[in-house]
Each structure stands twice: as C-alpha cells, then as structure tokens.
C-alpha cells in the first residue's frame, strides 16, 4: 500500500512521488507530483477508461498530446484529461519539468505504478519504461486504469503475452 513519500521510477525521465496516497481519500483521489528529465522519449499515449487526471505545471515545460490537439504548457499552466481520451506528456524543454497530478478516483493507480517500478528494478526495463513482455502484463493486469493506444492486433496480443508473463514470475 503507497504512503505518502513513495517515490516510483516509470521510465528513465520520469517519477512520480505520492504526495496524497488514496488509502487517505477513501479512494477518491490519488495525488502526485511528477518529474520529468529533458528527453527525446515520447511516452506512448494511452487513456483511462474511468479516471479524470488534473495536472498543474510547477516548473519547467512539458508538451502535451491530448486527442488531436498539441498544446506546450508551462509554469503556472494547468490541464484536464476527462476518462476516455488520448493522451501523452513529455518534457520538451531543456531543464526538469515537475507538475502536480491528480487521478479521481484512484482506483489501482498506485499498485500499476509500484508494478511499473518493480519490474523496472527487477531487471524488466528499458530506458522508455518496461520490456515488451513486461508492459504487455501491465497493460493487461491494470486495464481498467491504463489503456494504451496500440492497434487491434496488438491489443489481441496483450493476454497471451501477460500468461507468459504470470509463468515467467512477473
């Protein structure tokens, strides 16, 4: 169960501190705040089927792919992703950016963020995040908070890949 304090690697640029954990909201709200290297990494975009996030830009710059609109926000800036729509962040500018985020509800956000983490320090990531197989049993196991944007046929792939995944110890 996350604390407050717990800090979670996601992918070489980017972590995330608890700052609210959901255990203290009754599950209402999990809130973050989210550091992000200067990178050339575009995390893949993705949705949440049943979470509205709320982020507020404290420093640096960060772009924003959010359904078909680009939008680079900046310190003092604040965006909402509404459940169900497309979306990536990355930091496009030359020096840290960090924002406040926050996921209503919470559902399993922090338990898909100690997975990513775990796996990641186990040996079963790359400098973007996690190894195929093993994004492959997040994407499946953490469905109804993370649904990446990958195509039909990918997406077909997502079970059988997750059951090795299970076999192998993951």
Do not use: C
């Not at 963020?113 to 996690?130: C, K």
Request: without cysteine; charged residues 25%.
């Amino acid at each position: 169960m996350a604390q407050a304090g717990d800090v979670y690697s996601l992918n070489d640029g980017e972590r995330v501190t608890v700052r609210t954990a959901s255990a203290d909201s009754g599950g209402a709200l999990l809130e973050l705040e989210a550091e992000w290297a200067p990178a050339e990494h575009k995390p893949l975009a993705h949705s949440h089927p049943s979470q509205d996030e709320h982020f507020d830009v404290l420093d640096g710059e960060l772009s924003l792919r959010h359904g078909d609109e680009k939008r680079v926000l900046h310190a003092g800036d604040s965006v909402d992703i509404p459940r169900g729509t497309l979306h990536t962040f990355w930091n496009s500018g030359s020096t840290v950016a960090r924002a406040s985020w926050q996921v209503r509800p919470a559902q399993r956000t922090e338990q898909f963020f100690e997975t990513v983490d775990r796996l990641r320090q186990e040996g079963h990531g790359s400098s973007n995040g996690l190894s195929l197989l093993a994004g492959a049993y997040v994407a499946h196991e953490f469905s109804d908070e993370f649904t990446p944007a990958i195509s039909g046929a990918a997406r077909a792939l997502l079970p059988p890949l997750a059951g090795w995944a299970r076999l192998r110890g993951y």
